[in-house]
């Protein structure tokens, strides 16, 4: 490369939970350049979550749900003399991290509930109980990674 490796920004965590994770996934859900909405969104979800779930404080069943929805493996596209085969590869840390977040809130946006905070809510439950369209996306992701395990050997 010509010009040196881009430096990763520094995310400040959030007021509430002082936790940089729930940063990353307030910045993921903002539109428009409106944390405070995504925030305001944010918060209400986990206090809905909150009332749902006994046993376990929100933010505790939400960094539950992430889990649940992060990958370990994916396939990523290879052509090998004009063939074009996917290969399993492992996910990085901070990929696994960002795909749980963008499957999540993607699939809450879909859902069918009146407001943001409840649709992310749903999802969240959902997820954490290891259910739900994002939970889906990874078994899915998953099975595709695994039936393509006869060409990992054209891994770089």
Known sequence: MRKSKARKREIVPDPRFNDVLVSKFINNMMLQGKKETARKIF??????VDQKVEEESGIETWKKALNNVMPSV???????????????????PD???????????????KRNEK????????????????????VKKKEDTHKMADANKAFSHFRV
């Open 95 to 109: 990929l696994k991290v960002s795909f749980g977040i963008k499957w999540m809130i993607n699939y809450a946006r």
């Open 115 to 134: 407001s943001m905070a409840n649709k992310l809510a749903g999802e969240i439950f959902a997820a954490s109980k290891g259910e739900g369209a994002a």
């Open 43 to 48: 918060y209400d979800a986990i206090e809905i």
């Open 74 to 92: 994916m396939v990523k596209s290879r052509r090998v003399g004009g063939a074009t085969f996917q290969i399993p590869m492992e996910v990085k």
